[in-house]
């Protein structure tokens, strides 16, 4: 089974701090996700990486860095965290084999006080 | 971009009744996925449809894929308690690298 695993399932976080929430897959994919999802407002993309070093903007990269050193981790950073940056972050793992399924992490809920 | 909307957000029904969400693209898709999120979980894929007009079942669940691959269905028979959660979909555009979710559905039923 494809396991997907973040560093925290809760974060609190001051305003003005550098958070770093990372992800690990464990099966060679590729590429990778990271989303954050709030009430209403579905799954909305924020940066996504086709391979290593490789990087893409989503919708709603502003205020967001990631970084993608080995394949198996991709790390979302918010340089300084503000507080309507409090959200659940969805980290995604995608294999494009047979079908174009992601496979999800089990999500940080980050609160920024 | 390519834009995927779903409706409708929020959906009640008494248990055993049916359940349907409807999924639209602005775009030509090459397939589109759907995925279901339990309470307090994370989105779990169920689906993947590619050909035109083609339709899957999985027990209960009724996928379609429109004959323009610009929209498809998930419906539900007979909704059972278990059924609860939001329900995703997600297509790729044809000349697209990546899929666009939806905003989701939400599911509650009623015992």
């Not at chain 1, 990631?66 to 300084?80: D, T």
């Not at chain 1, 980290?91 to 089990?106: I, K, M």
Request: with cysteine; proline share 3%.
């Amino acid at each position: 089974d494809v396991k997907v695993t973040q560093s925290s399932r809760y974060l609190v976080k001051r305003t003005g701090e550098k958070v770093f929430l990372e992800c690990v897959q464990d099966m060679d994919h590729e590429n990778m996700f990271w989303y954050r999802q709030d009430p209403g407002l579905g799954l909305r993309l924020i940066y996504f990486s086709y391979d290593v070093k490789m990087k893409e903007k989503g919708d709603i990269p502003e205020g967001y860095s990631v970084s993608r050193e080995k394949k198996e981790r991709f790390s979302l950073i918010l340089e300084s965290a503000s507080t309507n940056q409090t959200s659940m972050y969805l980290c995604a793992s995608l294999d494009r084999g047979s079908t174009d399924t992601q496979y999800f992490g089990p999500g940080t809920r980050l609160t920024v006080l | 971009g390519q834009q995927v909307m779903q409706i409708p957000q929020y959906q009640h029904v008494q248990e055993g009744e049916d359940f349907t969400t409807y999924c639209n693209s602005s775009t030509t898709l090459s397939n589109i996925q759907w995925y279901k999120q339990r309470p307090g979980g994370h989105p779990v894929f169920l689906i993947q449809l590619v050909k035109s007009g083609e339709v899957k079942k999985q027990k209960r669940l009724t996928f379609q894929f429109g004959e323009a691959k610009k929209n498809s269905s998930l419906h539900i028979t007979a909704t059972q308690t278990t059924d609860v959660g939001t329900y995703f979909c997600a297509g790729r555009g044809t000349n697209a690298g990546k899929s666009t979710f939806g905003d989701g559905t939400t599911l509650t039923v009623k015992p």
